[in-house]
């Protein structure tokens, strides 16, 4: 390693005050101006993550980040990993924008109702409507005019410039046009006229337009925040697997502690059903660990003296005594939420297509508003009718239709997908959708069902299957092993009430025995039947090889000191997983099985569904790093999993998607949820996100193509202020009848 590698340290600093992706080009500009820094900011969780030098310091970071307009802190340090982790505090939370937007909304509709129904508008019903308009306006809709005037002080316009303008000058005017103009005079009416006139607008008001443009708008920013403020919550789920308590033994006696007063070389017990408190090595007991949160294999593990365990997994067997070698923040529990908060914050941002647009369309439309402004008076028009023009193209360009573009669509989108198990977390997920070429899948719980079922029961010569299965079901009943439980079912479903077990013996890591209808049962691994001095004959040995080969479990049944057969459990592969294959083929996806299982079990499994590459034997990190080869080959990567293993790669994915029968982790890591636990559903989900794609870029076109076509005629002084007002209400309804046509999607499936 070189100087210059160890020199580069690293930081992550809580930054405030984001509103859209601009901010996160500008900040990222700012620092990597810097030198020796390499910054990449994370708009979802608030975070900038920086790589600096020797000469760099962290208030300098810092205090470049003030420098454009926004705030850093530099985290405390915290006793615990994932303390805080992916929680923006700087924004208006959900809750608070919701507040707002409800009170926004019974504020403006009364005005919108009487300025579009003359009906309402008895005398004096302007000053009503400027009493509930100017706190829509002002307090409604003070996030734009905050992040407007931060952009202005920093010489840079947003959506949020265009916004805050356009419903300022229409309750500006409205305001000159009551006290100044005609518009206060008792039995004034609103109408719409459609035709071009010239107008002085004087007469006119234009609330609805100002408070609707705020609601509207301030609805799409609560969606927003809302699907921003889960970004935390992926690593939120994961630390909370593990244990909060444990028995420890200390002078001699056991006593029940926080787990975060654990210290390294401590021993503690974990009976039967708890979980394992944090990474150590066992040194009494043995019994069978859960430990599909780590591996994602259905199948539990064997522990004994000796062998060590991993913090979070599930004690399901005897009573053991662990002695801690890790703990905190270097668990193998931490290590794994500190590579899902890595890998989100590596994710390139998609910069929001109304922000893109809006770097060359904002700065024109003020321009242009000021040009006809200037024009207007230069060429001696009164300035009654040159405010009225300008204000007609501020108007006009105001983003009614523009804020409903992608909400409505994600909306009446993410609404269809619900229908069909399909959660769609954002819109940053949809262009992924489009560009996706590789799709990696999980084999336990997405590909297989992922849990243990009965496969086959083979006999031994003259032995009847159903005997075998009814004494090994009836002995296997009162464990809960999972293939214990896997055996019982089979049995219970087959036969109904099992016979009663006597004298049960669960013999850790081997199996069981006991006495069924005065028969002596043992049940489990050959070594156990080796015991009673019981050997397979050569046919049996057989079948459990070529069993394990394929990568299924066979268990061994003797009864009277005789073997009568086995019974062969695995995780059985999905029914409709080989026809979800196929249809991610069709797409143009190359499917890829990645799996912490043996070569020779996925390699099994993805012949049945008809892969060919298979990435086997690996731990959650060796996932992401699978992830990451696969992306420097220049790949656009989908993953589909539902396991907490599966969880750092889904964030590390271009595009993730979770198996909603999974856990919470992985769900709350993933981009797109699939509710049903149908591998299909993933071709549907595919197939919805880019339809929605289409319909969100064909309503931005519009919503655009509408005013930029009425902008000469409205800086030529031909549209005044209210048809302006009318035409941005008509592709405001273009763009929803537009959203309303993915209702009828329909699926593959």
């Known amino acids: 390693m070189d100087a210059a590698t160890k020199s580069t340290q690293h930081i992550e600093l809580q930054v405030g005050g984001m509103t859209c992706a601009s901010c996160v080009a500008r900040i990222e500009k700012k620092l990597n101006k810097l030198d020796g820094v390499s910054a990449s900011v994370n708009f979802a969780t608030g975070k900038a993550s920086v790589d600096y030098g020797a000469g760099v310091s962290p208030e300098r970071l810092v205090a470049a980040i003030e420098q454009a307009g926004y705030t850093a802190t530099v985290p405390a340090p915290s006793t615990s990993v994932g303390e805080g982790a992916g929680v923006r505090a700087d924004v208006d939370s959900p809750v608070l924008l919701r ?16 300025a579009m129904v003359p009906r309402l508008q008895f005398t004096h019903w302007q000053w009503l409507s400027l009493a509930l308009a100017a706190p829509v306006v002002v307090w ?36 000159y046009a009551l006290f100044w103009g005609t518009a206060g005079m008792a039995g004034m009416t609103h109408t719409f006229q459609l035709t071009i006139n010239r107008a002085d607008g004087t007469g006119n008001i234009y609330l609805e337009a100002a408070a609707g443009v705020t609601a509207f708008i301030l609805a799409g920013r609560y969606l927003e925040a809302r699907a921003k403020r889960r970004a935390g919550a992926a690593l939120r789920a994961l630390l909370e697997l593990g244990a909060k308590d444990v028995a420890v033994r200390r002078d001699d006696a056991e006593q029940r502690i926080p787990v975060d007063q654990l210290l390294v070389g401590d021993e503690f017990v974990v009976r039967p059903g708890e979980k394992i408190a944090t990474d150590g090595v066992v040194i009494e007991g043995s019994s069978a660990v859960d430990a599909s949160m780590l591996t994602g294999e259905s199948v539990p593990i064997e522990i004994a003296l000796g062998d060590s365990v991993v913090g979070a997994t599930l004690n399901l067997g005897g009573r053991v005594v662990v002695r801690a070698t890790r703990i905190g923040s270097d668990t193998q529990l931490a290590q794994m939420a500190k590579l899902v908060e890595d890998a989100q914050t590596g994710k390139a941002t998609t910069q929001r297509l109304a922000d893109k647009i809006s770097a060359v369309f904002v700065p024109i439309v003020i321009a242009l508003s000021v040009a006809t402004l200037a024009v207007w008076i230069g060429a001696g028009g009164s300035l009654s009718a040159a405010f009225t023009a300008a204000v007609a193209v501020l108007i006009i360009a105001c983003p009614c239709a523009l804020g409903l573009a992608t909400p409505t669509a994600l909306m009446v989108g993410t609404g269809r997908g619900a229908q069909l198990g399909i959660l769609i977390k954002g819109p940053e997920v949809l262009e992924m959708t489009r560009r996706v070429d590789t799709i990696v899948l999980d084999k336990t719980g997405t590909i297989t069902t992922g849990t243990m079922t009965l496969l086959e029961v083979i006999t031994a010569d003259s032995q009847q299957p159903g005997e075998v299965l009814r004494l090994a079901g009836a002995l296997e009943d009162p464990s809960e092993h999972p293939i214990a439980k896997a055996i019982a079912k089979g049995a219970r479903e087959k036969f109904g009430d099992l016979p009663a077990v006597q004298d049960f013996v669960n013999r850790q890591g081997l199996g069981v025995q006991g006495n069924v209808d005065g028969h002596a049962v043992v049940l489990g691994r050959p070594r156990l039947l080796a015991e009673w001095s019981q050997q397979l004959p050569p046919e049996l040995a057989s079948s459990i090889r070529r069993a394990e080969s394929q990568g299924k479990t066979a268990v061994a049944v003797s009864w009277d000191g005789q073997p009568r057969g086995l019974l062969v459990v695995a995780d059985a592969v999905k029914p409709t997983s080989a026809e979800a294959v196929a249809q991610l083929r069709a797409l143009g996806l190359t499917p890829i099985m990645l799996t912490g299982d043996n070569r020779s079990a996925a390699t099994a499994i993805a012949r049945q569904v008809g892969i060919e590459h298979v990435v086997a034997d690996v731990l959650p990190h060796d996932k992401v790093e699978t992830i990451k080869q696969l992306q420097a080959e220049g790949r656009i990567v989908a993953m589909v999993g539902d396991g907490v293993n599966d969880a750092a790669a889904l964030a590390q994915a271009d595009l993730g998607l979770a198996m909603g029968t999974g856990t919470d982790v992985a769900i709350e890591a993933s981009d797109l949820t699939l509710v049903r636990g149908d591998l299909r559903v993933v071709t549907d989900a595919i197939l919805l996100s880019r339809k929605t794609l289409t319909t969100i870029k064909g309503n931005l076109f519009w919503a655009f193509a509408y005013n930029i076509a009425a902008l000469p005629l409205a800086a030529a002084g031909l549209l005044n202020p209210m048809l302006a007002g009318a035409a941005m209400a008509f592709s405001s309804v273009f763009v929803v009848s537009n959203s309303l046509r993915l209702r009828s999607f329909k699926p593959l499936t």
């Not at 005019?145 to 920093?154: Q, Y």
């Not at 410039?161 to 305001?175: H, R």
């Open 140 to 175: 409604g809709g003070w996030p734009f005019h905050r992040a407007a005037w931060r952009n202005l002080r920093h010489g840079s316009a947003t959506m949020d410039t265009l916004v805050s303008m356009g419903t300022l000058a229409a309750l500006g005017w409205s305001v």
């Open 99 to 114: 507040q707002r937007l409800l009170v926004v909304v019974m504020l403006t509709m009364p005005v919108i109702a009487m």
